[in-house]
């Protein structure tokens, strides 16, 4: 599902951009600051329906417009899809595929699907739980887009459960206790799918991981992967109602999916703590390629790679395994300067100031 057309009208630090992209590997070279991630930026929001860098709508319209507009025109099997995005500083964003409006981000989900390798992918190794159940549910909206309202409805119930905790105050009154069943029986019921979903897709995940570690060239200590869950095994409504009393004291719900993780381990040995600097970036890339091959798999196509400023952190001879496991889809690269030695390109974006001042071919 590659991209073939992408328009940008102030987007960040992007006045107005109109380009046509091919197939294979498509660098974005600049200096620091002159739009090259804001390019890439602007085509995964259009396939998420969220910033990768993690910045709220506000951000990322240009300073003195009231709008951004993004259109990409994309490969669907030799059909073309438009879609049309419009982020508003002030009131609700507005959606369009094929040019028929869209009110729910579900529905602007799946027609194009990217896999973003970026500089903090780190973090999904080193970093707390919630970065790697969110890399889990991010590959389940890509894989299904009904699973957005899965972690949508996961996420409203657990606000409302507990905003009622913190009001019982420590106390499980007549109509606190009622109250929290209602709460208890739909947060089982979204808790439940959302888990096993989960644990299913590090079933898959497992052995592409492991096949990604050994071809980077970390093979001497195996990578193993786990979904760590207290709850699932006997059903979330079972633990909700024995963890009720903890969580009428603490007023927070302490059991569920949003207290689950993503086990990484070397050698049976936890890789956050365990493993250096370099396995840990290899851990990094083999989970964004390992569920890239897993999107390829169940959507038929491959979805389109874009390479953050990734090569500024790895070493010539990972960079260029890392380029060796890439499949012959739409890869953009951005990189600040030129690309490392070894890292060829199709086609060279050069960018400055927010605009593409040269178009060229590799070598050209």
Do not use: C
Request: proline fraction near 4%; avoid cysteine; charge should be negative.
């Amino acid at each position: 599902m590659p991209v073939r057309r992408l328009s940008v009208v102030d987007f960040r630090n992007l006045v107005d951009i109109d380009l046509e992209l091919g197939d294979g590997r498509i660098a974005v070279v600049g200096d620091n600051g002159q739009g090259k991630t804001n390019l890439v930026e602007a085509i995964a929001w259009v396939a998420t329906g969220s910033s990768f860098r993690g910045a709220p709508t506000e951000a990322l319209v240009r300073a003195g417009a009231t709008s951004a507009v993004l259109r990409i025109e994309v490969d669907n099997g030799g059909r073309t899809t438009l879609l049309d995005v419009e982020l508003v500083v002030s009131g609700r964003n507005r959606m369009q595929v094929n040019r028929n409006r869209v009110n729910r981000l579900r529905d602007l989900l799946g027609h194009l699907v990217v896999t973003v390798f970026g500089p903090d992918d780190l973090d999904l190794v080193k970093g707390g739980p919630s970065g790697r159940r969110r890399y889990l549910d991010d590959l389940l909206v890509a894989w299904h887009p009904r699973n957005h309202g899965l972690v949508s409805d996961l996420e409203r119930i657990l606000r409302q459960r507990n905003a009622l905790l913190r009001q019982a105050g420590g106390r499980a009154s007549p109509e606190i206790t009622s109250t929290l069943d209602v709460w208890d029986d739909k947060l089982a019921g979204v808790g439940d799918e959302l888990g096993l979903a989960r644990r299913d897709l590090v079933a898959l995940l497992r052995p592409e991981v492991a096949g990604v570690i050994d071809a980077l060239g970390d093979g001497a200590r195996a990578a193993t992967l786990d979904y760590a869950s207290s709850w699932l095994d006997g059903g979330l409504g079972p633990a909700l109602t024995a963890a009720r009393r903890d969580d009428i004291r603490r007023g927070v719900s302490t059991v569920g999916p949003h207290r689950d993780d993503l086990l990484i381990v070397l050698d049976g040995l936890p890789s956050r703590t365990h493993a250096s600097q370099g396995e840990q970036r290899s851990l990094a890339l083999a989970l964004r390629l390992g569920g890239h091959r897993i999107l390829g798999e169940r959507l038929g196509t491959e979805p389109v790679i874009i390479l953050d400023d990734v090569f500024s952190e790895l070493d010539l001879g990972r960079a260029g395994r890392l380029i060796d496991l890439l499949p012959s889809t739409q890869v953009l690269i951005t990189a600040a300067g030129t690309l490392p030695v070894g890292i060829d390109a199709d086609r060279v974006l050069h960018m400055d100031a927010g605009k593409v001042v040269a178009d060229s071919g590799a070598g050209e």
